[in-house]
Nanobody, 124 residues
């Protein structure tokens, strides 16, 4: 069964740092792009960053550019989100996500896999 489990959230003061981790299991981790999303109270879930299957390409939301780094270790089936210079507006539940695919006679079927989320709170 495909599964993603996040860890590393917590409470920090503005300007602080946190590193989130996501452990993958049950699917071929090394062939899929991995994403980090976040959802703040009362707001829609937004894409924070993603990384291609080899780690060769990354993308970031404008709001986190320069403060957050996404990385992965395919041997360990892990993806990370290193966050620094945290701001109160970074407060949210952070989710690890991927979309896997399975070829069928009728075409490809896609499956969204979400972790349970980890809370990040930035407050003085």
């Amino acid at each position: 069964q495909a599964r993603l489990v996040e860890s590393g959230g917590g409470s920090v003061q503005p300007g602080g740092s946190l590193t989130l981790s996501c452990a993958a299991s049950g699917f071929t981790f090394s062939i899929y792009t991995m994403n980090w999303y976040r959802q703040a109270p009362g707001k829609e879930r937004e894409l924070v960053a993603n990384i291609t299957h080899t780690g060769g390409s990354t993308n970031y939301a404008d709001s986190v550019m320069g403060r957050i780094t996404i990385s992965r270790d395919n041997a360990k089936k892990m993806v990370y989100l290193r966050m620094s210079s945290l701001k109160p507006e970074d407060t949210a539940v952070y989710y690890c996500h991927t979309r896997t695919a399975r070829a069928t006679i009728e075409g490809d079927l896609y499956y969204d896999i979400w972790g349970q989320g980890t809370q990040v709170t930035v407050s003085s």
